[in-house]
């Protein structure tokens, strides 16, 4: 840029750093927010922000951990019915489930304390961060209209060649007013 007066480019400079500083803190908040990098998933998070509320670090323990615990006894259940469920390795060990399908694939669930999430590695939709929604009660990921244990069950029958699998998806109400 050339500038006709020294007053025009102080102004520049002024207004330039006022952005930057701006967004700089627009992206400390979006961080505080429980946004994620890349930027559009916070933007995402953001624009979902109104169907979910605030989870407590006590709220979200209790939930994830419900339902890690739901994930496991479903699929053990799955695979011990599944005629060759011998050769798949179901494991459940600091909050992280690993379903081995042999040369099927591998799906990783694990919690993410710091995000308030679960994060998801599917061998055939690939790797989601879902969020806690409380008005449905489920893990629901951006704008995908299909919650965790939908998306899962209908993978999971895909791999499988079967129709029936149906993982558990209720989480009891919880009432952490009183806590």
């Not at 979006?30 to 933007?43: A, E, I, K, N, Q």
């Not at 992280?96 to 999430?117: C, M, P, R, W, Y």
């Not at 489920?138 to 060649?161: F, M, N, T």
Request: glycine share 6%.
């Amino acid at each position: 840029f050339v500038f006709r007066t020294s007053n025009t480019r102080q102004r520049f400079l002024r207004i330039t750093h006022s952005l930057i500083v701006t967004m700089a803190l627009a992206r400390c908040m979006l961080r505080r927010l429980g946004g994620t990098t890349p930027l559009t998933s916070t933007w995402t998070r953001l624009a979902n922000h109104d169907q979910r509320r605030y989870l407590s670090r006590f709220e979200y323990s209790n939930l994830v951990n419900e339902s890690l615990n739901n994930l496991n006894d479903t699929m053990e259940l799955v695979i011990d019915d599944h005629p060759n469920g011998a050769g798949y390795d179901l494991n459940f060990t600091g909050g992280v489930i690993t379903l081995e399908l042999g040369g099927l694939g591998t799906f990783v669930i694990n919690k993410q304390d710091a995000s308030k999430q679960l994060w998801v590695s599917s061998p055939i939709s690939g790797p989601k961060r879902y969020d806690y929604n409380e008005a449905s009660r489920q893990w629901v990921y951006g704008s995908d209209p299909i919650p965790l244990h939908e998306r899962l069950s209908a993978e999971l029958c895909d791999l499988l060649k079967t129709e029936n699998i149906k993982l558990d998806a209720t989480l009891a109400d919880h009432d952490f007013t009183s806590v």
